[in-house]
């Protein structure tokens, strides 16, 4: 008998009479909440909705129970409405149904509706019940823009209605539990019977409770998405299968799709989940039953097979590329995405599991460099990872140790050949190592953590040095700031900069921020979000690099640029090349009617001089004008 009809027949026997439970007064655990929390962020980023809420209300007001941290969302926590203003939530609950509003503005009975002050045009909302039928409120999601939510988004909608709703019932469980063992306490003669039988819907539950747990350990080794053992389980199992193979004839083949996160920036996170599940069926389906198999990240996977000779790894390799490159169709899209592998053998580079996998991890990021499908690892990649190794034990320190400095390179005017201004470049000075180019050690920062305070250092140094200069320049001097894609898309980005130019007392029109494609190509959102918050308070934006990624028109139609930045490959072969003679020009001539300022970067020779200042380039910076320098000489050769 279900647990719930088990208490109903204690009070139908007249046993402890009613049980009447105050819903009001039935607190959400820390716990249960943490969950709804995820849950919302994680329907946010699903469906790609600016907000998604749960909704608490009460006997005269609606109120923000908990809402999704996601970027342009007004609804804070506690937020509250009171009722009979028309809310879309308060219909939900009225009418105990789902409202679905694609725009708002284009209904006349909605057209009024309160969250039109905040942008919110669309909704999509359900309700949430305690089992008694009290209303305890809404799950929605809303949108700034017009939106038909999809039968597969309101069916996950759904979904996460039917979990939190469970959730309430347990919950309302307890509180039941709670308000019959107080009646217990008061009936002990009569209570015996009822709690055997409470007391074997206690078993049940810690018998469920140990399934749970078992599910828990699973997933302890096992990816939740594909069901392929994770990076730790295979490390034990490659380890088993070397000691237990003498000699450790085995080759290990880590491998990982190209550009996945585009997939699931094109396609949306179920496009690409469907993809992974689909890509792992594909190989499995050839593989033999003592291969090793597992995922070991995002879409990086690693395969183990023993006594492998050249013919089948080949033959592995070859059908490992055919199943990636063979087109994918799932639902409406057919999509085609290629694969790079590394491979690594034991016992010839190891016949240690970790560093196999380690060893076959590094030969993929050359494959993945080079744009070749599979590299053998050789010892030339292990000199590439002792010499990272060495780059990064001494990068560590190299910061406190005042290795670091920045040089400026000054812009020049090209209408009066006079200085408006310097780019900051960041300079890494090794008492071993020498003088190390930042091609070599930024990636590194950024993989190892270190580029967050590494950028705070080119940004402090740079901005107090600019405050400086700016004293002693005309109105328009002002510096340029390359920014790294980890350091943008902390969101509180725009806030810190707007607080150091406070701290400097640096006006906001003197600072430029740099900016590449691969910082658009991680988040739209969030780049959108924080190009506008620096505009807004004065500072200049420029994408650098411009012409050399693949979407680089795209990005002009989508964001706000202050500047373009003609990319110095397009410049150095200016005089011997048409084609890159015309692009120059074409670019020069899209930044000037889109009323941007254009800068070419590179210019070494007159010649190339003459040729921008023939099609009225703005700016143009480069060994011609001046080389990076330190603070001193800059201040010396161009303020003096």
Known sequence: MPYKAELKKLQYDHLF?????????????????????????????????PAVLIMKVTATDISVFTTSNTQGNPYNRHDSEVLGNGLYCETVIKNQSELHIPNALKDPEWDQNPDIKLGMIAYCGLPLTWPDKTPFGTICMLDNQEREYSQSYRQLLERFQNGINANLAHLYQQSELQYLNQ???????????????????????????????????????????????????????????????????????????RNFKSINNSYGYVVGDKLLQLFTQ????????????????????????????????????????????????????????????????????????????????????????NGSPYTFFTKQTQLNIEQRYHLESNLVDALKNGELSLNYQPFFCLKNNKVIGAE??????????????????????????????????VLHTAI???????????????????????????????????????????????LEIEITEGILLQDEHVAQHTIKKL???????????????????????????????????????????????????????????????????????????????????????????????????????YFS
Request: aromatic letters at 8%.
């Open 17 to 49: 009479g009613h049980v009447d439970i105050n819903t009001s007064q039935i607190d959400v655990p820390d716990d249960m909440f943490n969950g709804w929390q995820k849950t919302l962020d994680l329907l946010a980023e699903i469906v790609d909705s």
């Open 183 to 257: 009646i217990l306490e008061n009936n002990v003669q009569k209570r015996t019977t009822e709690l055997a039988k409470l007391s074997e819907k206690l078993i049940k539950e810690i018998e469920e409770r140990r399934v749970i747990e078992d599910s828990v350990d699973y997933y302890k080794s096992y990816d939740a998405l594909t069901g392929l053992p994770n990076r730790l389980s295979f490390i034990s199992s490659l380890t088993q299968q070397l000691n237990a193979s003498i000699p450790a004839n085995t080759t290990v083949i880590y491998f990982g799709l």
């Open 282 to 369: 594909r190989v499995q389906s050839f593989l033999s039953s003592d291969t090793l198999f597992a995922r070991v990240a995002g879409a990086e996977f690693v395969i183990a097979q023993p006594k492998c000779d050249s013919t089948d790894e080949i033959q592995l390799i070859n059908q490992i590329i055919t199943s990636s490159n063979t087109p994918f169709t799932i639902a409406e899209f057919t999509i085609t995405i290629p694969c790079c592998m590394g491979i690594a053998q034991a016992p010839s580079d190891s016949e240690n599991a970790a560093e196999l996998i380690q060893k076959a991890g590094a030969a993929m990021d050359i494959s993945k460099v």
């Open 424 to 457: 900051a470049l960041l300079r890494w000075n090794n008492p071993i190592l020498g003088n190390v180019p930042p091609d070599q050690f930024i990636n590194l920062a950024e993989r190892n953590g270190q580029i967050n305070e590494i950028g705070n250092f």
């Open 464 to 510: 107090a040095q600019a405050a400086k200069w700016f004293v002693i320049q005309p109105q328009n001097f002002r510096i340029a700031i390359n920014i790294s894609p980890v350091q943008f898309r902390n969101s509180s980005f725009a806030e810190h900069i707007e607080n150091l130019l406070s701290l400097y007392n640096l006006p906001a029109s003197a």
């Open 535 to 637: 505009q807004q308070f004065g500072v200049r934006v420029s994408l650098d690099d411009f012409g050399t990624g693949y979407s680089s028109l795209s990005y002009l139609q989508k964001y706000s640029f202050n500047t373009l930045k003609i990319d110095r490959c397009f410049i150095t072969n200016i005089e011997k090349n048409e084609q890159d003679r015309e692009l120059s020009k074409a670019i020069i001539a899209i930044g000037k009617k889109l009323d941007m300022h254009v800068i070419a970067e590179g210019v070494e020779t007159q010649a190339q001089d003459d040729f921008i200042k023939s099609e009225e380039c703005d700016y143009g910076q480069g060994y011609l004008y001046g080389k990076p320098v330190t603070a001193d000489l800059f201040e010396k050769s």
